[in-house]
């Protein structure tokens, strides 16, 4: 469980104890239910994450609400987003194993994150890691509800695939972008787990290629 389960959790289950002792245990009951629900949504389930070449996997669970073609910094990337409901566990992880070139902070707006200008307007997290197979973008979207996005790491820091990098609580968005030649896995309305699901496979030449010149430049 994330930490701040517990602090949500056995907060509401300290002032339930409270309210039950000085009024009466059913006055209690609605606290009790939130601390349940705040335990439960802050879960952290381990996950299997594939071990295929070039793959790129979902950055969080949730549902595919768009597959398609953009432009990010006047280059062509294929995007996929992904809408994280307050059901669904909503610890982030990374979606390649690479080192982190650059975080940007982008403070916006809070619209519904199944909005298509979320992406775009609202307050979100600009990760950029760069992996042996390529470079991966990725965001942590604030949506309607969710107002705090964490993440845990540093420029320079060395990620593993799938490992925890941070979340977003509440409902909100995660969105992949990648290289045009990576083969797509997942279609829209696929639901979709946080480091378990291939999104894409980026080509394995290239994953040899980049291989080959790191190799290279180490001797």
Same mark, same amino acid.
């Given at each position: 469980?994330?930490?701040?389960?517990?602090?949500?959790?056995?907060?509401?289950?300290?002032? /339930? $104890? %409270? !309210?039950?002792?000085? *009024?009466?245990?059913?006055?209690?009951?609605?606290?009790?239910?939130?601390?349940? @629900?705040?335990?439960? @949504?802050?879960?952290?389930?381990?996950? #299997? !994450?594939?071990?295929?070449?070039?793959? !790129?996997?979902?950055? $969080?669970? $949730?549902?595919?609400?768009?597959?398609?073609?953009?432009?990010?910094?006047?280059? +062509?990337?294929?995007?996929?987003?992904? @809408?994280?409901?307050?059901?669904?566990?909503?610890?982030?992880?990374?979606? !390649?194993?690479?080192?982190?070139?650059?975080?940007?902070?982008?403070?916006?707006? =809070?619209?519904?994150?199944?909005?298509?200008? +979320?992406?775009? #307007?609202?307050?979100?997290?600009? %990760?950029?890691?760069? $992996?042996?197979?390529?470079?991966?973008? @990725?965001? #942590?979207?604030?949506?309607?509800?969710?107002?705090?996005?964490?993440?845990?790491?540093?420029?320079?820091?060395?990620? *593993?695939?799938? #490992?925890? %990098?941070?979340?977003?609580?509440?409902? +909100?968005?995660?969105?992949?972008?990648?290289?045009?030649?990576?083969?797509?896995?997942?279609?829209?309305?696929?639901?979709?787990?946080?480091?378990?699901?291939?999104? /894409? %496979?980026?080509?394995?030449?290239? =994953?040899?290629? /980049? *291989?080959?010149?790191?190799?290279?430049? *180490?001797?």
């Amino acid at each position: 469980m994330v930490r701040d389960g517990y602090f949500y959790g056995f907060g509401c289950l300290l002032a /339930a $104890g %409270v !309210i039950a002792w000085l *009024a009466a245990w059913p006055y209690a009951v609605p606290l009790l239910l939130l601390a349940a @629900f705040f335990l439960w @949504f802050f879960r952290d389930p381990e996950r #299997q !994450i594939p071990m295929v070449p070039g793959a !790129i996997v979902s950055p $969080g669970d $949730g549902k595919v609400t768009e597959v398609s073609l953009v432009t990010a910094n006047g280059v +062509s990337r294929r995007r996929i987003s992904i @809408f994280l409901n307050v059901f669904n566990v909503h610890v982030n992880r990374s979606p !390649i194993a690479g080192i982190i070139r650059d975080i940007r902070y982008q403070r916006g707006l =809070f619209l519904n994150a199944m909005s298509p200008h +979320s992406a775009e #307007q609202n307050e979100q997290n600009i %990760v950029t890691v760069e $992996g042996e197979a390529g470079t991966v973008i @990725f965001k #942590q979207i604030a949506g309607l509800i969710a107002r705090r996005i964490v993440f845990n790491f540093k420029v320079g820091d060395r990620l *593993a695939c799938g #490992q925890r %990098v941070g979340l977003i609580k509440f409902g +909100s968005r995660v969105d992949v972008l990648f290289d045009t030649d990576a083969a797509i896995q997942v279609k829209l309305g696929d639901h979709v787990q946080g480091g378990a699901t291939v999104l /894409a %496979v980026l080509p394995v030449r290239q =994953f040899a290629s /980049a *291989a080959s010149t790191a190799s290279r430049e *180490a001797h």
